[in-house]
């Protein structure tokens, strides 16, 4: 059983284009993230969302917006596709702090976008 | 601002080596860290998780430590085989957010 899947798993689109990644995990986690893998392997953080909270990285472009139909899913939609936005995106989940758990946080495998 | 290291930044040796990959974070208040490993092309397994309350956490030949005070963890690797060669990653939860803060990785390459 996969605990955080995402698909497509590689993406290959042209400039200008909308895309969208897809994310759902199974471990009754309440806060989702997405992360972005730039080409020097670097982890940053774009989203983390729960029921109740959406913290945005200011540094995020407003191209991206996240989009949760429930707690198991947060899909990510791109707009107006850029060259540098070729990069590998991942998703996680954790339980929120506060709660009884030890908030490990779980990663989906990625998905690699490709804009030419 | 919470702000991630890892030293070295990549790493060689030769099997049956013990290892030890550090970690430092800027600042203290932190909820855990986790220690990650990602091969190629791959997402990241988590390897190791320390609580804020914890010393020191074991997995088979794997043992993370945690000085929160001095802001340093450090992941220990005995008997290295060549399937640890990946990059690893710690990742510290500030106690202030929900957000994760990666460090950039130890690439480590283990020689048969």
């Known amino acids: 059983d996969t605990a955080v899947s995402q698909t497509p798993k590689y993406l290959v689109t042209q400039m200008g284009n909308d895309k969208s990644i897809k994310c759902e995990q199974n471990?009754?986690?309440?806060?989702m993230y997405w992360y972005k893998q730039d080409s020097k392997k670097f982890l940053k953080i774009m989203f983390s969302?729960?029921?109740?909270?959406?913290?945005i990285n200011e540094t995020v472009p407003n191209r991206f917006s996240p989009k949760s139909p429930d707690k198991a899913h947060l899909n990510l939609h791109i707009n107006s596709l850029e060259l540098g936005d070729s990069a590998v995106y991942f998703c996680?989940?954790?339980?929120?702090?506060?709660?009884?758990?030890?908030?490990?946080?779980?990663f989906g495998e990625g998905s690699r976008l490709t804009v030419l | 601002k919470q702000e991630v290291t890892q030293i070295p930044a990549a790493l060689s040796v030769p099997e049956g080596e013990n290892l030890v990959l550090n970690c430092s974070f800027t600042?203290?208040?932190?909820?855990?860290l986790q220690w990650f490993r990602q091969d190629p092309g791959k997402g990241l397994t988590s390897l190791l998780l320390?609580?804020?309350?914890?010393r020191e956490q074991t997995s088979g030949r794997l043992n993370a430590s945690l000085d929160k005070s001095s802001g340093r963890s450090t992941l220990y690797i005995a008997a290295s085989q060549p399937g640890d060669s990946a990059t690893y990653l710690c990742?510290?939860?500030?106690?202030?957010?929900?957000?994760?803060?990666f460090g950039p990785g130890t690439r480590l390459s283990v020689l048969p």
């Open positions: 320390i609580q804020s309350s914890q």
């Open positions: 969302y729960n029921n109740k909270e959406l913290i």
């Open positions: 600042d203290s208040a932190i909820y855990n």
């Open positions: 996680a989940s954790s339980h929120r702090m506060g709660t009884l758990n030890t908030g490990e946080l779980f």
């Open positions: 990742a510290v939860r500030p106690d202030y957010g929900q957000n994760f803060v």
């Open positions: 471990l009754g986690h309440d806060t």
